[in-house]
């Protein structure tokens, strides 16, 4: 049974020792009852910070509390998460080696399918976008299926034009963090701190902030999946 | 109300039993696609649970990021991977 599961897509070489295995076994063991142990002892109608955030919902901008958290609250955290997503991308473009350029036709059906599924994925995108201000949605969601038409472009043969590859792609990259950073810096200068927004102009900014955001997640992602970075001598 | 409670406990018990069983088989799956498109099933079974649970937020980040653009970026990677192992063998 073991050999069965482990050959394949592991050397066999690289297998575990019987002591490992075992120290391993133990640890998981004593890991997962002790997450069990804690998640049972838990308080019952533990309310966390939600009450907190209700609280202080009208000062935030916007109706829905994740949003608000995500974007008021803890702007600092969704700020970083974006810098780790755009230092992945660097992280993978200096390690692609890049490949040759091959546009393709796609197909009758495909093409259909695409021109039919684009349009739609982009109003899907917009909507998340524009919901998040007081239902389930935000710019990560919308982001992502924005990218997940880049992706299914991709797979159907499209490239990205020549003319885009240099500095229009590289500022559609960088475009959602600049915004978030120069929205939160232009706070310091109205006696805010960093990230700190009056509540009158709250839902504007944070609407502006998550729709940059959410044109720069798309392409971080998309850029992604490619891999490579896209060549403009090509 | 009764049989209410009863019908979504057990649909509770079913969405956690069968997202053990596929994580499972996804780790214990010697053919990596297999593994990658178990891992998306993985992903699709937390959704509903994130659902279950209350969270729509978490569901849609899930779905959209967490097994949709995972899932084709971990596929993207097995196509590299694979001219490379056919030259080694």
Aim: hydrophobic share 55%; glycine share 8%; aromatic share 8%.
């Amino acid at each position: 049974m073991e050999e069965e599961v482990f050959s394949g897509a592991l050397d066999p070489a690289d297998k575990p020792s019987l002591f490992t295995r075992y120290l391993l076994v133990v640890l998981l063991v004593t890991l997962t009852s002790w997450l069990v142990s804690v998640v049972l002892l838990l308080p019952d109608r533990n309310q966390g910070l939600s009450i907190l955030v209700n609280e202080h919902l009208s000062l935030s901008g916007v109706r829905h509390p994740i949003t608000a958290v995500l974007l008021n609250f803890r702007g600092y955290d969704t700020l970083l998460e974006m810098s780790v997503l755009l230092i992945a991308l660097t992280g993978t473009w200096s390690l692609a080696r890049p490949s040759e350029r091959i546009e393709a036709e796609p197909g009758l059906i495909l093409g259909f399918m695409v021109r039919l599924l684009i349009p739609l994925m982009i109003m899907v995108s917009g909507y998340l976008l524009w919901v998040g201000a007081h239902a389930p949605g935000g710019a990560f969601q919308a982001g992502s299926v924005l990218a997940a038409s880049g992706v299914l472009l991709l797979l159907s043969g499209w490239r990205l034009s020549v003319r885009f590859v240099g500095w229009p792609l590289r500022t559609g990259l960088v475009l959602g963090l600049l915004v978030f950073i120069a929205t939160g810096a232009a706070m310091l200068l109205i006696g805010n701190r960093f990230l700190e927004f009056p509540p009158s102009m709250a839902g504007n900014l944070i609407l502006v902030i998550e729709a940059t955001a959410t044109v720069s997640i798309a392409i971080t992602l998309t850029a992604l999946f490619r891999g490579e970075q896209p060549d403009a001598k090509r | 109300m009764e049989t209410v409670t009863m019908f979504s406990w057990s649909i509770d018990c079913l969405l956690a039993a069968s997202l053990l069983w596929i994580a499972w088989c996804a780790t214990a799956a010697s053919d990596l696609f297999k593994a990658i498109v178990l891992f998306i099933a993985v992903g699709l079974i937390m959704v509903l649970i994130w659902i279950r649970l209350n969270a729509p937020d978490v569901a849609l980040a899930e779905a959209a990021i967490g097994t949709g653009l995972t899932g084709a970026l971990l596929l993207a990677v097995l196509k590299r991977l694979e001219p490379k192992a056919k030259t080694n063998s």
